[in-house]
């Protein structure tokens, strides 16, 4: 009998969710692929800085290392473009076209090169009147330009919110959702709505029924500061934000840096595990011609991939922020009859050697009785059994994080 009731509510939360969210099939799990801009900005120098610049050149050899070099097999499948793609003007039919300089074949082919190689293709537009960089935005151009980009056969649209009224953007992005569906074409909506609103002063039940991801904070920056500033938040945040995120709608702390200039391999390892926690999408903006082994190995770690990509798309939550400077998380994770749990233990200290911490898994509201098997994600080692009182010692590296995987077991 209770099987039944359980039955029929899991069902109606089914029906309930999906008429409440975006319904365009996509980003059932958290998206994962190449995001230009936290790495080459908008550098449009291709007289003396070739190799960097934004242009097809640019977008065609990373397609060609996510193809070749084993990131789509991983799941790494959107390559995006972002900000400074444009011409400075519309044309005379006010469409938007690319920089003829740079990306001389066009969007269109640039598209059909990277469906050649089964990849996705994502482009930037700005709900405003110009983009960040200043060029042209998208307010009175909505319909015609997601008729645009639907043409061209682009996959995701991250709209940024530069240059508009925030009050603009609770109809605007709404507004570019429809007409993107009218297409016919089922594209990704990365929205930078929140963002701009001040993070928590959004409607999420709207968010979820327009976008399929948005920005909620800041522009992530190459340093460890700004990663640790962007953990904080969540986590501080995180009774507005965790019940936002799901299957099809996401909320997102923004790109990976691992593998660009300043994180050390530990830190590299915590935003990793971190954006895994975080049920974030994982949109690395590195330069994967030159990217070293070690980053490579922690950004294609198939155990922590599959710890974001998790079927139950639960957003994990800060369980003890401590007066030591530990931080414990947790996710739940889908598993065949009881619930199984990443644990990620992050180190906020800097003195010199790994700090030892311990904790039940009954201080971390892991309550089946019978206990938890224990693994590392990252080295594979298993802890063993802990019931709830068992103490579980962990340690963990400065600025680093102990990824743990734990599952219920006699
Ligand atoms: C458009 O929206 C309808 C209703 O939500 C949905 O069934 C359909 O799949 C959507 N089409 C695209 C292309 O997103
Ligand atoms: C194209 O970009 C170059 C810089 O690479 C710039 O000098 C030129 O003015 C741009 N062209 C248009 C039409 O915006
Ligand atoms: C924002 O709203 C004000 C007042 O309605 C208007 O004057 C201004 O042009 C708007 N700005 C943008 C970027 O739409
Ligand atoms: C932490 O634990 C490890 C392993 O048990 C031990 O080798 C190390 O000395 C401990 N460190 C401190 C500072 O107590």
């Known amino acids: 009998m209770w099987k039944a009731v359980v039955t029929a509510a899991v069902a109606l939360a089914l029906l309930l969710c999906q008429s409440s969210s975006l319904d365009n099939g996509l980003a059932r799990t958290p998206p994962m692929g190449w995001l230009a801009w936290e790495r080459f900005r908008c550098n449009v120098d291709c007289v003396d800085d070739p190799y960097n610049c934004i242009s097809e050149h640019l977008f065609m050899q990373m397609a060609d290392r996510l193809a070749e070099d084993g990131w789509k097999d991983a799941g790494y499948d959107h390559i995006t473009i972002d900000d400074c793609w444009m011409s400075m003007e519309r044309d005379d039919q006010g469409n938007l076209y690319a920089n003829k300089t740079r990306f001389p074949n066009g969007i269109k082919?640039?598209?059909d090169y990277v469906h050649s190689k089964g990849l996705k293709l994502g482009i930037y537009l700005d709900f405003g009147t110009h983009t960040c960089g200043g060029y042209p935005g998208s307010i009175?151009?909505?319909?015609?330009?997601?008729?645009?980009i639907a043409g061209w056969g682009i996959d995701l649209l991250k709209m940024d919110g530069c240059y508009a009224n925030?009050?603009?953007m609770s109809w605007g992005y709404p507004d570019m959702e429809q007409y993107m569906n009218k297409t016919g074409r089922p594209i990704l909506f990365s929205c930078s709505w929140p963002a701009y609103a001040g993070g928590i002063k959004v409607d999420y039940s709207s968010l979820e029924k327009h976008c399929n991801m948005w920005r909620n904070y800041d522009d992530i920056q190459d340093s460890w500061d700004s990663v640790t500033g962007i953990i904080d938040w969540y986590g501080d945040n995180q009774n507005i934000l965790a019940p936002a995120a799901g299957p099809g709608h996401w909320n997102d702390p923004d790109m990976l840096i691992v593998g660009d200039y300043s994180l050390s391999y530990e830190e590299s390892k915590a935003q990793m595990a971190m954006w895994a926690i975080l049920a974030a999408p994982l949109f690395m903006s590195n330069?994967?011609?030159s990217i070293s082994a070690e980053a490579r190995s922690i950004l294609m770690n198939k155990e922590v991939i599959r710890i974001s990509q998790d079927?139950?798309?639960m957003q994990g939550r800060r369980i003890i922020k401590g007066e030591d400077k530990i931080e414990v998380w947790t996710r739940e994770i889908e598993s065949p009859f009881l619930p199984s749990y990443a644990?990620?233990?992050?180190n906020r200290r800097a003195d010199g050697e790994p700090y030892n911490y311990t904790v039940t898994l009954g201080d971390l509201n892991l309550f089946q009785y019978m206990g938890y098997?224990?693994?590392d994600v990252f080295t594979g080692y298993e802890y063993g059994h802990y019931d709830l009182y068992r103490e579980l010692t962990v340690s963990i590296a400065p600025n680093g994080v102990v990824l743990l995987y734990a599952y219920p077991s006699k």
Do not use: M
């Open 140 to 148: 009175k151009y909505l319909q015609q330009d997601a008729e645009t």
């Open 109 to 111: 082919k640039l598209a």
């Open 311 to 313: 079927s139950l798309g």
């Open 373 to 375: 098997a224990i693994e």
């Open 343 to 346: 644990i990620a233990f992050l």
């Open 287 to 289: 330069d994967l011609r």
């Open 166 to 168: 925030v009050s603009d």
